[in-house]
């Protein structure tokens, strides 16, 4: 090579990896959910891809969180850099077989995919276009825990997140980690709810608002999946700065911006000494629910219950002067309560549940929020406003 003569990592022709489709793909797929097709920055919609000699880093972006993964996916050594379309590239991929031997291989500034008969050359942007998220210099101290138990954590409580809400500190959950202890917490104002779990370390108390996007991608990444007697489960790794979160877990490495705002207070939205509760099977709930729902209006997703001793009433109508009521047999002996809610946060919760078979509810009365919690579970609380019905 020239020396001194620019671009010289594109000046001749390398295989950049050859690998099966599978491998490639799921490097791929791992990084690309926060990839948006189109994008006022074009270089957004691209992957970096970063080969330095075995070993092939394959980073996407959306400015405000930045996804890192490294696979050893074949192809020459050496040292090169470019970015290509990501969905392009999975879309082309998910075509081929899951055994096919793919190649990747730079021509003049272009990219060339080549599996079986068939060759793809795609247009490339340059990598030192492609903007990398500025890591915050002071991050705190690290901790770690099973991939299943923050999966789970966020399960539970993700689907209480606003959506475009004006209050932006809404649109995401809270994380709080304090001694033994991480909580997470999401609300949209007319419902709350937080789910915790023990840690292995004591850590200095952090409080941070993870945006949406990030929430959906970690619940999209992190497995779940249980480990065999003896081996150690997949655990994540996790650090917050004033402004940032990184994650690292498996092969991937996950910085993400901060929603910054004051989230609410939950400690005083979550009712404490209701004085009237009943524990009751979560699918008959459930079931009930859904069948009074059919007939409750679009807008307007109204269902009343009417606790009474022995019994619960669950009762719905809609414009066209449709009603539904149902009953369901229940061990209370508390006040006569006759309460409304919007029936999608009921069924959200219950939905979100699916482990369990009993579900506890306090009241205290019609214009109070109601609390749904587990049986012998400080884990988990949902707390759902009431509506005039």
């Given at each position: 090579?020239?020396?001194?003569?620019?671009?010289?990592?594109?000046?001749?022709?390398m295989i950049v990896l050859k690998t099966t489709?599978?491998?490639?793909?799921?490097?791929?797929?791992?990084?690309?959910?926060?990839?948006?097709?189109?994008?006022?920055?074009?270089?957004?919609?691209?992957?970096?891809?970063?080969?330095?000699?075995?070993?092939?880093?394959?980073?996407?972006?959306?400015?405000?969180?930045?996804?890192?993964?490294?696979?050893?996916?074949?192809?020459?050594?050496?040292?090169?850099?470019?970015?290509?379309?990501?969905?392009?590239?999975?879309?082309?991929?998910?075509?081929?077989?899951?055994?096919?031997?793919?190649?990747?291989?730079?021509?003049?500034?272009?990219?060339?995919?080549?599996?079986?008969?068939?060759?793809?050359?795609?247009?490339?942007?340059?990598?030192?276009?492609?903007?990398?998220?500025?890591?915050?210099?002071?991050?705190?101290?690290?901790?770690?825990?099973?991939?299943?138990?923050?999966?789970?954590?966020?399960?539970?409580?993700?689907?209480?997140?606003?959506?475009?809400?004006?209050?932006?500190?809404?649109?995401?959950?809270?994380?709080?980690?304090?001694?033994?202890?991480?909580?997470?917490?999401?609300?949209?104002?007319?419902?709350?709810?937080f789910a915790s779990a023990t840690l292995d370390?004591?850590?200095?108390?952090?409080?941070?608002?993870?945006?949406?996007?990030?929430?959906?991608?970690?619940?999209?990444?992190?497995?779940?999946?249980?480990?065999?007697?003896?081996?150690?489960?997949?655990?994540?790794?996790?650090?917050?700065?004033?402004?940032?979160?990184?994650?690292?877990?498996?092969?991937?490495?996950?910085?993400?911006?901060?929603?910054?705002?004051?989230?609410?207070?939950?400690?005083?939205?979550?009712?404490?000494?209701?004085?009237?509760?009943?524990?009751?099977?979560?699918?008959?709930?459930?079931?009930?629910?859904?069948?009074?729902?059919?007939?409750?209006?679009?807008?307007?997703?109204?269902?009343?219950?009417?606790?009474?001793?022995?019994?619960?009433?669950?009762?719905?109508?809609?414009?066209?002067?449709?009603?539904?009521?149902?009953?369901?047999?229940?061990?209370?002996?508390?006040?006569?309560?006759?309460?409304?809610?919007n029936v999608t946060y009921l069924i959200d919760?219950?939905?979100?549940?699916?482990?369990?078979?009993?579900?506890?509810?306090?009241?205290?009365?019609?214009?109070?929020?109601?609390?749904?919690?587990?049986?012998?579970?400080?884990?988990?609380?949902?707390?759902?406003?009431?509506?005039?019905?």
């Amino acid at each position: 090579m020239r020396k001194g003569h620019h671009d010289e990592e594109f000046e001749e022709d390398m295989i950049v990896l050859k690998t099966t489709q599978d491998k490639l793909l799921s490097a791929l797929q791992s990084v690309s959910g926060i990839v948006e097709r189109r994008h006022t920055l074009p270089v957004l919609a691209n992957v970096l891809l970063r080969k330095s000699g075995e070993q092939t880093q394959l980073t996407t972006s959306d400015l405000e969180i930045q996804i890192r993964t490294a696979a050893e996916l074949g192809g020459d050594g050496g040292s090169f850099a470019t970015t290509v379309g990501a969905r392009k590239l999975i879309d082309i991929l998910r075509t081929m077989p899951a055994d096919q031997t793919v190649s990747l291989e730079s021509q003049q500034n272009k990219l060339v995919l080549k599996g079986g008969k068939s060759r793809f050359t795609l247009q490339t942007l340059p990598a030192e276009d492609f903007p990398l998220v500025q890591e915050a210099p002071n991050f705190g101290p690290a901790f770690q825990v099973p991939q299943k138990t923050l999966k789970n954590l966020l399960d539970q409580v993700a689907f209480a997140m606003a959506v475009h809400d004006i209050r932006y500190y809404l649109n995401g959950i809270l994380f709080v980690a304090e001694g033994r202890q991480l909580s997470l917490v999401a609300t949209d104002g007319h419902r709350l709810a937080f789910a915790s779990a023990t840690l292995d370390v004591e850590v200095p108390k952090q409080e941070v608002i993870l945006p949406r996007k990030t929430v959906i991608e970690l619940q999209r990444l992190l497995s779940d999946a249980s480990v065999p007697e003896g081996q150690d489960a997949p655990m994540i790794e996790m650090q917050f700065a004033a402004n940032q979160a990184r994650f690292r877990f498996g092969a991937m490495e996950f910085v993400t911006k901060l929603v910054e705002g004051k989230f609410p207070d939950y400690n005083r939205v979550i009712p404490k000494n209701h004085k009237n509760s009943v524990t009751l099977g979560r699918a008959p709930l459930l079931a009930s629910l859904q069948r009074t729902a059919i007939l409750t209006s679009e807008k307007f997703k109204g269902v009343r219950l009417n606790f009474e001793p022995g019994t619960l009433r669950v009762a719905s109508n809609n414009a066209e002067q449709e009603e539904a009521t149902d009953e369901l047999d229940i061990d209370y002996g508390g006040d006569s309560i006759e309460i409304g809610f919007n029936v999608t946060y009921l069924i959200d919760a219950l939905s979100n549940m699916s482990q369990q078979d009993m579900v506890k509810i306090e009241l205290q009365d019609s214009n109070s929020s109601a609390l749904i919690t587990l049986p012998d579970n400080a884990h988990f609380k949902y707390v759902v406003m009431p509506m005039r019905i």
